[in-house]
């Protein structure tokens, strides 16, 4: 059952009512309230007749939406079968203005009041929940409250359209959380910082950035106030740009404690220059870090090897992923400054590293040089094989120099559509390396329970 869906679960407890009583808890355990706008009629072609024609659209919305958020309310015996919990509003937040929608004004407080009021009902009374994301609705001291209830609540997710946090309150404290997800894309939520100061207890933090939201700090008197990198021990910051870098390499600095395993950061539309790696590894310096990732580097020497080791000499997999132009925004493949046997000596540092990640280009020949030599001769094309040990791409040649100089490395995997080259000692001492060839480009990785290539793939924590 733990495989089948939602749909595939009701198909089977519609059979007897034996599987009906297996079924429920599959049936009812996902729960997604969304607000969905109806297609319906074309919109009338005059402005403002446009705009009554979407804003009686959203109304509906809003009326179909609190009308299933009653009906579960008043059934405490599926409350009591869920588990995950997704609110999800409107997307289209930037046309609020346009349809009378406006943050803050009063068509807004009433109309979306009411769903946050019932919100906080359902989660008042939803024992076992285990999940909640609020995705597109505004997020306030109420919904917090309400979650105080929830004593199993270990994932909470947050992007919201806009926060009526008031700041100056504390927010009652949620132990249980251990896994938290902030999305900030507007000005208008940047007081969600002082959420975190929830969960005393927290170990994996996600947040994404907007590429176009810059000055995220939360205000000094919320940095003055609490810490929240004391308890983590995973970090993903997505799409941060070099001062949100400079402000949380500082607020991670002035942590009493790091206890951090696991650091992951995505530079956004401007990437991650030298003087954002300064600050940030002395930063992260004092942690036992064993997994890091850096992804949107517009500076790779191989010196940037060696200060890592330094700082790290312990990390057991590094991946670096190098933007070779200002214009590029995100990750793909990258012709490196350097040649790839420039980099391996500079891997001597490291003293446990087992896995090795980068974007290095590796151009994919059509022949190999023993191909175009039987071409030549006319050898039919049917005889023109590859020969053992032979490959289209230099990929187990790079991974077994690298392998020289880092004793330790199992794995050297190239991003963005490359293979991972599996490394093994043999007996004699020697170096031997399989699959980096194109026939694997499209296969399962190896390391990729241990070592995954995407920040999605990161478990949550219990």
């Not at 002395?282 to 942690?287: C, Q, R």
Request: net charge negative; hydrophobic share 40%.
């Amino acid at each position: 059952m733990d495989a089948a869906g939602n749909v595939d679960a009701r198909r089977l407890g519609s059979t007897s009512r034996y599987f009906r009583e297996i079924s429920l808890p599959y049936i009812y355990g996902y729960q997604g309230f969304d607000l969905t706008l109806s297609s319906g009629a074309a919109p009338p072609e005059s402005s403002e007749a446009k705009r009554e024609h979407y804003q009686s659209q959203v109304r509906a919305a809003c009326e179909d939406l609190l009308e299933r958020l009653d009906f579960v309310i008043s059934r405490p015996d599926i409350l009591e079968m869920f588990k995950y919990v997704m609110m999800l509003g409107w997307r289209y937040t930037h046309a609020r203005a346009q349809l009378g929608f406006e943050a803050g004004s009063q068509e807004c407080k009433d109309l979306f009041g009411s769903i946050e009021s019932r919100v906080s009902l359902l989660l008042r009374r939803t024992p076992n929940l285990k999940t909640f994301a609020l995705n597109y609705l505004p997020v306030s001291n109420e919904i917090f409250e309400a979650l105080e209830s929830s004593r199993n609540l270990l994932w909470i997710s947050v992007f919201p359209s806009q926060t009526t946090i008031d700041t100056t309150a504390r927010l009652p404290l949620l132990p249980s959380v251990v896994n938290a997800s902030l999305t900030f894309a507007s000005d208008e939520v940047l007081s969600l910082w002082v959420i975190l100061e929830a969960f005393p207890n927290l170990r994996f933090l996600q947040i994404h950035f907007f590429d176009d939201l810059t000055g995220i700090e939360p205000g000094v008197d919320i940095v003055a106030r609490f810490n929240p990198f004391t308890s983590l021990k995973r970090i993903i910051l997505e799409r941060a740009d070099p001062f949100d870098i400079q402000f949380l390499a500082q607020w991670i600095q002035e942590s009493p404690s790091l206890d951090l395993t696991h650091f992951w950061i995505e530079g956004g539309r401007y990437g991650i220059y030298s003087p954002e790696i300064e600050l940030l590894l002395p930063a992260l310096g004092p942690a036992p870090l064993q997994v890091l990732v850096l992804d949107g580097l517009h500076q790779v020497e191989p010196s940037l090897l060696d200060e890592i080791a330094e700082v790290f000499p312990n990390l057991r997999a590094l991946t670096l992923l190098y933007r070779q132009s200002e214009r590029q925004t995100k990750t793909g493949v990258s012709t490196w400054p350097y040649a790839s046997w420039e980099y391996s000596p500079h891997f001597r540092g490291f003293q446990q590293l087992k896995f090795f990640c980068w974007n290095f280009n590796v151009e994919i020949m059509e022949m190999t040089f023993h191909q175009t030599l039987r071409l030549f001769e006319g050898v039919p094309e049917e005889q023109r094989m590859l020969e053992d040990g032979e490959s289209l791409a230099d990929w187990n040649s790079i991974a077994r120099v690298l392998a020289v100089y880092c004793p330790t490395l199992e794995y050297v995997a190239f991003h963005s559509g490359g293979p991972e080259c599996t490394i093994r000692r043999t007996s004699s001492g020697g170096i031997a390396v399989t699959g980096g060839d194109v026939s694997t480009m499209f296969g399962p990785r190896l390391s990729e329970k241990d070592f995954p290539l995407s920040s999605s793939a990161w478990k949550i924590l219990e």
